[in-house]
């Protein structure tokens, strides 16, 4: 395998694809995906991202473009000859065998000697830790066993690809975290190449090397977790990705990649350019609630907000609270939960300040 | 033992605290109680309606397989003193008088066609003769009839001067017996009492076999139509899905008698099926469908096949379709898949229908007795017969209760081999 193989080792070629004849679900969807990476695809339901992972495993067709896979053409290759492992969100486990056996099938399909399935299967109960679970079926393991269990049945006949739909999206809250380090575990171990799809973020955050964020069919911005949270390429990454603040105002003059805003209260304040547009155009500035502070520090913040306290909620390890601006644009800002956490009541004046590489303006869609 | 595991023991026993006193006790017990009362008296009139509807027509209808009072209570005096013959020779003149008495009375009540009727049932023949016979006595004399009732009897008809005809009696007077059973089994005493094969005729083995094999073509047929139907409607959208959800039930809601008939029309030799095929000159002379094994089959078939659907339909609607495409996934091609996943998870619905389609067949009556014809009849018509025109309501219950045994042996196989708690009906 050439180098150049080994980064587009999974290449999505202007993939279109159409149920209904009329309206397209995906749109032109282009993506490289490296051996060895995991590529999240995220996005709110209905946005297509499940539709792609389906003509990637061959149970949909694909109506335009092609898929490449190791440099082949898989887009018209049937679902069982491709070599691709799934995960599927309700684990799939074959009910009337046991762990086992449920292991031993994409072996046993293959054709391989007797002696070297046992050997292989009793290695991958152990991989993940079931060893003695391998004579129970399905129905007798707990939710978190029968995914551990998906997973190392998608990873037993060393697929050249895993496809993983939404699979923690059934396990509670604990439980998924747990999974989500056992995944990122397997993973670093085997160095399998994963294309991961949800809808939750944090999920997509902590495990991706790469989040491709869906919306209407067409990727928004294809990234790095940390680039994704903190250079959103627009408006809908930043308002899906963690929480943000919107304050409207109108761009001024745009100098080197920095806008200058005008709010809607006449304060001027700077923010990075991402896609604000040119001047004298309606923008939103979006701001993490985490980015916004309320003592200034030894930071050089460039700006500054007046606004007045309206309530607090206290979550724990830190609190949330609520300000307004004189127009009524409700601001958000997150504090540690600490000693410097500011006592305020309602009605109080405050001044917020906020560093100008934290602040993004986006034109208003 | 070491500190930790004293600490374990500690916690295993439990704390005075967490027994409760004799009174929250019994105050449990009183709740637990109620809560069973209630629920007795919710399915007491379904108990005691299902009692007088079904347990005990049914139990005294057994009951008469083994239970034969009549000839008992027609001629208790005869019997009592027949007791002392030992069956070879001729019995003694005072029995054959007591015969006589007895005979006369019978005939006076009119009940001698009924005595005529169960003995001749022994012994084939002897009913003309004891009609004819009781006739004769009637106008006799009672005290005649006590000092030379045997020979009047003798001069009425020559067989009661053969052994056979008493022996038929007290075969006869016998309360309990087994011979209905015997005969459901093509199975007779000989003289010497020792069961052998029956040698006259020999239909009721050969008619349980044919229902048999008949219930078992019919179940494989349901089952041939029924499960790709069912496969499709369990995957179609749900409109289409409920569309053809409700053709499968509108025959369910139709008449039996209705669907039947239906059957006859399209059957017979001026029929449907005849009348087109004549007149596409495939067949020159009208084939002969009614009244035939194949017609029974067919449309039993037809009245059963939602028995057969519905539970498949209800399994594989619960079967989760990444099943299949998890199976493809792991390389295996689209027939394999759906023979070592998808069919083995749809057993559930599969023996249950066959269950029902099964057993309800082996017992099937009203559509057999109409399109049927003689070549078609099932056990259960003979049952009926034997309720209804022969009269003989031993040998029917002795039929039916061999019925009821085969198939509890029937479903006690299957539960062996398969489990019964594999069954899903809805």
Known sequence: MTADNASHYLRFDGVKKSYDQKSLVVKDFNLDIAKGEFLTLLGPSGSGKTTVLMMMAGFESVTSGDILLDGHPVTRTAPYKRNIGMVFQNYALFPHMSIAENLAYPLKVRKMAKAEITERVYKYLKLIELDQFGGRTPAQLSGGQRQRVALARALIFKPSLVLMDEPLGALDKKLREQMQLEITRLHKKLGFTVIYVTHDQSEALTMSDRIAVFEDGVVQQCASPEELYEQPANSFVADFIGENNLLPGTVIETVKGIAKVKMLTGDEITARCADCGEGNSECVVSVRPEKVFIVPGDHHYENKITVKFTNCLYVGDFIRYFFELPDGTEVVAKFLNDHVAPKLSEGDKASLYIRTKDCFAFKVK | MTPLTQINAEITTHPAGDLLTSEEVSLA??????????????????????????VAPIGTMLYRSVYNPTVAELIPQTLSSLESWDGQ?????????????DMKRLANLRKSGKLAESINRYLPGTSSVIKSTARKLRRKDDQKIISQGAEFLLAANDKWSQPEIWQALIKAGKVYTDGYFLTALDLERNDAGDIQQRTSTQIYIKLYAKTLRMALIITFMCLLLGYPLAYYLANAPSKTANMLMILVLLPFWTSLLVRTTAWIAMLQTNGVINSLLTSLHVISSPLEMLYTEFSTIIAMTHILLPFMILPLYSVMKGIDPSLMRAAMSMGAKPPSAFISVYFPNTLPGLSAGALLVFIISVGYYITPALVGGTDGQMISNIIAFHMQQSNNWGLAAALGSLLLVLILTLYWVYDRFVGASNIKLG
């Open chain 2, 29 to 54: 017990r009183r709740e637990l109680r109620r809560k069973k009362l209630i629920a007795l008296a919710l399915v007491i009139p379904l108990l005691i309606f299902l009692f007088f509807t079904f």
């Open chain 2, 89 to 101: 020779g001729m019995p003694d003149k005072a029995v054959m008088s007591q015969m006589a008495a």
